[in-house]
């Protein structure tokens, strides 16, 4: 059975002064209308490239190095911007980060919302005014009738991403991409906003990409988890898998430095781990975690890892049949404190 | 309604106050209002029991900012500007270098860092830097103003135990204004929860998550995403 | 080697990867095409107003009644006019005339237009009002009635053009900088060295002057060729530069006559105008890149 959509060894290179650098490097997955996938990483972790390189809306000086991206055994990245504009929204619909710039303040939400639905539905202006103000209320806004003749800056921002949710929805595509819908809210709006995804999820067999940088989100929404750093999916697999028995070094990096609640800066304290996430290189020879992994061993530094199959799928060494040293017991050197704390 | 509304709090020496609420209930004022950078309509803020002028402020309170890049002069080389605090406060020329570095080395970076300019620096970096500018002036207070909202969660988790340590060392109050719960409870010993310019709630960390009394606490505490297990 | 050894732990140390500031300094000129073009042509212009009618035989009010509208030949490089003067001695003795007011208005320009657009920017919102509808005012006065007004004051001449084009130049620079300083003065690093006790002047030239410097200069890369070009318009038009004196402006006017038969002495000047203003527009578009 063949998936909605497949990405299948993508790359992305950016070229800088004349020389390429490698922001997204042999990326692939799949999404199913079935599942909500989640892809995990810090900043330039190629995680909004990759989104991005879906839709194709990269900016110019970005540029597809390999791979294809199949959606409906159809591979978009081979399309021309109009075949696109079909696509984008009315197959494949997206959830930008920030729901304040992404609504025009000029125009009223209503119309926004017609002049959508006419493009892709060819219907009449009577009949996309009612689709749209049904698309509010399968989102939950309250009254929507009189939230359809309103501006973007009369809504609060929880309102506007329902908006956006419900723009997305209307043209029921087959797989939406939410880019970290839920970072410029408050907390108070969050659970509401990923409450409604996965109700759109179950309802309308919708498939959802869910990028985040929070493990404690994607616990909650997604299936499967994909792990991103520095440009490559460093671990992947179900998601109880991942926050339970998480396998790769970063992975378990990411758990430990969130402070949960029952973590107390006296008793229970967070582990903290140094260096930050390498720049952009040209050449990717090596594991990219190497100058902060606690567990590196030498052959990291001659090689890059291959997958090891493990409960979910990881990119490490220390999974390697042939190794025999203990890969859960407490690392084996001591990184130097440089950048946590010290005085000179 | 008003920005801030008749607040009475006290901030105790050597502690860390955490300080939250919604977006838009005045926690950012009530920074600016502390340190004397909007001006107050009515009531007082007292320093060690005494209202204190401009000039003597800068020895009790500073503050770190949200946004690492926009805090620091982009035309500024790092050494000039921690330099600058020194040299509005008198301090003798000849020791100048070696206090700088020092500092530059209290906050955990090398001191090539200094002839760079803020645009060359990643974000933990920056703020590194601007806690380092803070501590320079030996305040006895400093507020983070969403300090660590800005930045990758492995980066926070190196922050927050620099400023654990730092405040050990250098025996210094914390106000930590923060959106993210969970960081809030680890850092704060006691913790004020603000809606609509009031603060609806003070207690310490352990109890308010234990036994939350007002509506609005009990409401962001609700909102706290946990890791499911 | 054996595969135990590969398996065994590494000592790796922490890398910096951190930029340098020496190849960031480098990398201004260097790279910046727009930058060495305008730079280089202006310089050559600048160098040429210099020596040129300095160690030129002829000097630029010399009359040759019999070498009158020569074409460009050994004796004379770019040919001469109707009153057999050399048209080279003349165009770089025009270079002078328009690198003077370039940079008396330059002068005027950041003395009046940045500490105005400062004011402004540092005032209440009424006077903020106030002081910029007085630059609307001045803008919407046509230049040449200004002129003309000066050259009835004090009499035609190099010093009505340049009191003139400097009256109502400053405006557009004002105006920038009081948008610059605006943004400026509610950043949050000056506010940081508010906390830090620094006083309204510690924080006005060692925090906002540096950041709208770049602004300033990039702004006098468009006003200068306008007052260049202001001058040779009003010299064309017989208010400016007098006779004798050789400005673009006079040469372009007494060329247009005789242009079909001796179209040398329209090339000349109009190319060295052109090229001066081009150069300067280069050296502005250069530093925005930089920026």
Redesign the interface.
Known sequence: MNDLLSVQNLSLSISKNGEKFFPVRDVSFSINPSEIIGIIGESASGKTLTTQAILQLLTPNIALESGRILFQNDDILQKNEKEMTAIRGKEIAYIPQNPHSSLNPTQKIGSQITEVLMRHLKVAKKESIALGIQALEKVKIPYPEKCFYLYPHELSGGMKQRVIIAMALALKPKIIIADEPTTALDVTLQKEILHLLKMVHIEHKIGILFITHDMAVASHLCDKILVMYAGEIIERGLTKDIINTPKHPYTKMLLEAVPTLDKDKYHNPLRVTAGTVPQLKQTHTICPFIDRCPKSMLICTKQKPLTFNQKSKVNCWLYDERNTTNRDQKPQKKLPEKEVAGSR | MLAVDNINLSIYHNEILGLVG??GCGKSTLAKLL?Q?CPQDEGEILFEGKKRK??E??TFI??V?Q?PY???????TIYDILA??LL??KFPKKDLSKEI??LI?????????A???PT?L?G?QLQRIAIA?AIS?KPKCIIFDEAISAL???????I???L???QK?LKLTFIFIA?????V???SDRIAVMSQGKIVEVNTAHAL?TSPQHPFSK??L???????? | MSLNNLFEPASFSLKEYLVTNKEIKRSIFYKNRYLQIGLGIFFIIFVLSIFAPWLSPYSYKEIHLDQRNLPPCKEFIFGTDDLGRDIFTRVFWGARISFAVAFLSAFFDLLIGVVYGSIAAYSKRYVDEILMRFCDLLNAIPSLLIVILFVVLIGPGFLAIVTAISFTGWVMMARIIRAEVFKLKEANFVLASKTMGASFFTIFFQHIIPNVRFVAIATLMYSIPSAIFTEATLSFLGLGIQAPMASWGVMISDSISALRFYPWRLLFPSVILTLTTFSLNMIGEGLKKHE
Request: hydrophobic letters at 40%; proline letters at 4%.
């Open positions: 919604e977006s340190m950078l401009k000039s402020l800068s500073q503050m900012f946004d926009s805090s620091f002069n982009p035309k500024m600058e605090p509005l406060h570095f020092h080395g209290l906050v955990g970076l090398p001191k090539s860092l002839s760079l300019t060359q990643s933990g500018r002036l990758d969660v492995s980066v926070q988790a190196q927050i135990h620099l654990l340590s730092l060392q959106h993210d719960l969970a960081v409870k680890y850092l998550f409401k962001l609700s909102s706290i995403i946990e890791l499911k297990k």
